[in-house]
């Protein structure tokens, strides 16, 4: 399930207005999701994709979020490093990307 488009655009714009505006900024840190698929064998068990902003250290992450029976757990990767592997949720990211391009 594809999750990007212009919403992922004011959602980038907006991570990086605020970490502009220095300390006195809110310091939570921003996440997009831009991908869910489903694991199995039940329907609660899935994976989760989001790019995630740290104002306060100006990183954007992917952040792989898994549920599965009997465990759970995420993953921080850097951008590039995600990019690097092959699936679905990397094509959502780039297809998301290439659209708010497109919208700008």
């Known amino acids: 399930m594809n999750l ?3 919403r992922c655009c004011r959602w980038l714009w907006y991570a990086w207005r605020m970490a502009d505006r ?8 921003i996440q997009h999701e831009f991908y869910r698929s489903w694991r199995g064998p039940t329907p609660a068990d899935e994976d ?3 790019l995630v902003f740290d104002p306060k250290t ?3 992450l992917v952040r792989h979020q898994w ?11 850097d951008v590039t490093e995600f990019l690097h592997q092959t699936g ?11 659209r708010m391009l497109a919208d700008v």
């Not at 300390?23 to 939570?28: C, F, K, L, N, R």
């Not at 679905?88 to 290439?98: C, M, T």
């Open 4 to 6: 990007g488009g212009s």
């Open 22 to 29: 220095g300390p006195e900024a809110d310091m939570t840190v």
């Open 48 to 50: 989760v994709w989001s």
């Open 58 to 60: 100006r990183r954007l």
């Open 67 to 77: 549920q599965a029976a009997g465990h759970s757990g995420f993953d921080d990767l």
């Open 88 to 98: 679905s949720a990397q094509s959502a990211l780039i297809d998301g990307l290439f």
